[in-house]
């Protein structure tokens, strides 16, 4: 988050870009402002993350036992390094 915080110009996608590329190791990041929710798998694919939908929106989990919890469709898995 701090690595986005510094970045001042362009968008919050452009900043999260930026900041990922820097970030070395496992990982798993969920951004989210008013209007958008940004997910992001570490390169290497350590660290699960899935898309989901429901009542028509998107929704991000790191295993897919959560969509049936809360009755969302999985949707598929994020590929490493997106």
């Not at 986005?4 to 900043?15: K, Y």
């Not at 929106?57 to 949707?75: N, R």
């Amino acid at each position: 988050m701090h690595l986005i915080a510094r970045f001042r110009l362009g968008s919050l996608v452009d900043r999260a870009a930026e900041a990922v590329v820097q970030v070395e190791g496992a990982l798993t990041c969920l951004i989210m402002d008013e209007e958008r929710i940004i997910g992001y798998r570490d390169p290497l694919g350590f660290r699960p993350l899935s898309v989901g939908r429901l009542n028509g929106m998107y929704v991000l989990a790191s295993e897919t036992c959560a969509f049936d919890l809360i009755g969302a469709q999985v949707i598929r898995d994020v590929e490493p390094g997106r």
